[in-house]
């Protein structure tokens, strides 16, 4: 069986994938569980459309290359480097950005937790490892330190605040065991 321009179907036909671009075209996206419409070039990353066209610029581009995990998000309540990520895509997933966090002006424990323990230096870094600790205690209420080291070993904190950002989460867990 010879396979060009698609997967040969049973009667001799060719299946064409549709090609996309190089124009813009519209998607929606579920971020934060609101449908947000937009129209995006098929080369932007989830990323660049969340801080460009939807204003959220919570999740941070740092290297680009999901290396270093400043740009945390949750696509279906996984975490994953939207930079990593084309826009075209996602698709119907649930996005969950660190905005989407907070409920009625009230910050998550997690982030509480980071600004009882000095787990934030300069900031960047701070939204994705919000996110990857919050996914950390959705999944295992009552983390070890291994653990915890684990679930932020992905993240490039140029400050070196991950001490206290154990100690945050050890400090939350033990707060949640009461």
């Not at 993240?155 to 939350?172: E, F, N």
Request: charged share 20%; aromatic share 4%; hydrophobic share 40%.
């Amino acid at each position: 069986m010879t396979i060009a321009n698609g997967d040969r179907q049973g009667d001799g036909e060719t299946a064409a994938a549709p090609i996309i671009g190089p124009e813009p075209v519209p998607i929606v996206l579920w971020v934060n569980g609101e449908a947000r419409p937009l129209t995006v070039e098929p080369r932007t990353t989830l990323a660049a459309a969340l801080r460009g066209p939807l204003g959220l610029t919570g999740a941070k581009i740092a290297c680009n290359q999901g290396a270093c995990s400043a740009c945390t998000v949750w696509l279906d309540g996984l975490v994953v480097p939207s930079c990593s990520i084309l826009a075209i895509e996602v698709g119907e997933r649930k996005i969950t950005t660190i905005e989407g966090l907070a409920t009625d002006e009230r910050l998550h424990p997690v982030q509480e937790a980071f600004i009882a323990h000095d787990a934030v230096q300069c900031g960047f870094c701070t939204p994705g490892l919000v996110m990857s600790c919050a996914a950390l205690l959705a999944r295992n209420q009552y983390p070890d330190e291994e653990e915890i080291q684990t679930a932020i070993s992905g993240h490039l904190c140029r400050c070196g605040t991950y001490p206290h950002v154990v100690q945050a989460i050890l400090a939350l867990a033990e707060e949640e065991g009461d």
